[in-house]
């Protein structure tokens, strides 16, 4: 079974560029596609939430280093929906004429390296510390607990 996030639970979807803060998902068995809400707020809660569903493969526009991380832990297969925007329609047909490539570690680390640094506040930011005296040990401590995110 596959899986991609979806900007809405409507007919024939745009897959959304978000992962884990993405409003729905839409799962596809190869005969029938369901749409679901996230029931979490967290990417990285998805991964075993998609291995009980039986899912094998995601389709992602972007992804945080916290899911990539679970997701590297598991079996799952990622593909690469496509730039631009993108719908549920689309995707199933490239999935099923085999036209999706499948995104290798170092494909992966450059998109949430790209996601990471689209956001407007990064993780460091996100907490207060003096700019210059804590910022090195900061940037070492979030390299140590997410090895695959560049900084």
């Not at 990417?43 to 992602?60: A, C, E, P, R, Y």
């Not at 997701?71 to 730039?83: M, R």
């Amino acid at each position: 079974m596959i899986t991609f996030p979806v900007k809405t639970d409507k007919e024939n979807a745009a897959v959304s560029p978000l992962f884990g803060k993405a409003k729905f998902f839409a799962f596809y068995d190869g005969k029938n596609l369901t749409v679901e809400k996230n029931p979490y707020e967290k990417g990285s809660q998805l991964v075993n939430w998609f291995l009980q569903k039986g899912v094998d493969t995601i389709i992602i526009k972007e992804m945080g280093s916290k899911p990539f991380n679970k997701i590297v832990q598991s079996n799952i297969k990622v593909l690469s929906s496509g730039e631009g925007r993108v719908t549920t329609n689309e995707v199933i047909e490239k999935f099923n004429n085999n036209e999706l490539n499948e995104l290798s570690v170092d494909e992966l680390k450059d998109i949430i390296k790209e996601h990471e640094s689209k956001k407007d506040h990064s993780s460091c930011s996100s907490h207060n510390h003096d700019h210059d005296h804590h910022s090195g040990m900061c940037h070492k401590k979030m390299r140590s607990q997410n090895p695959y995110v560049f900084l």
